[in-house]
């Protein structure tokens, strides 16, 4: 029996854990949550019913993207993402998850926190991590040197969403952020990512059609 992951397509914490799943090539049951009529199956397992959630077989149940993550590299590493994670990767994701994720959440709904505007959410945004990444990336062209490793994939989801919310601003900080925005496009122009964003049902989260992709 596979392993079922619960997931919502769009969902930042969801793509970045599946996108592990897919590197990994390990294949799970999918099943994608419609976030306003949760399935009784997931909020029997989760007590937050947040997603993604991932069963595996023997019935251990883990609750957090990074777990999962986590647990989809200790399968299977082809490119040792785990291995040039090290410190100071897993200071960039708490930075993200704890600091950047709250102000992303200002910054694409202002109306929900309207004790400043818009525009200074997303300038406390971008000097909580889109500038820092920018500085870092301007050197090399991933958090872990020369090859993609976990904290490229933890990120990405979340820096995508800070794009999207005023993609016209965005796209006009071409000189202000080259190496961000390259960084960006290279992976949202992967199968790794394209892959996991398809829109059509599927019985199992596949592993990648090529291989070659997982070491790039």
Known sequence: MLPLLYS???????????????YANVAVALQEVALRDKPAALLAISPAAT???LQLAD???LLHSLDIMLWALQQRDP???????????ADWV??????????????????????????????EAVAALIAPLEQALQGMPWLAGAHRGL???ALLPFVRQFAQVDLVWFQAQAQALPALQA????????ALFTEVMAKAPQPALAPPRDQALAAI
């Open 94 to 123: 708490r930075q993200n998850d704890e600091v950047f994720k709250p102000l992303l959440d200002r910054y694409k709904y202002p109306q929900r926190h309207p004790a400043q505007p818009q525009a200074a959410y997303r300038a």
């Open 183 to 190: 960084w960006l496009q290279a992976q949202l122009g992967d």
């Open 51 to 53: 997603v993604p959630v």
């Open 79 to 89: 490119d040792d993402w785990l291995g040039r994670h090290g410190s100071v990767g």
């Open 8 to 22: 919502f397509r769009r969902c930042p914490y969801a793509i970045r854990a599946r996108m592990a799943l897919r």
């Open 151 to 153: 904290a490229d994939v």
């Open 59 to 61: 019935g251990q149940v």
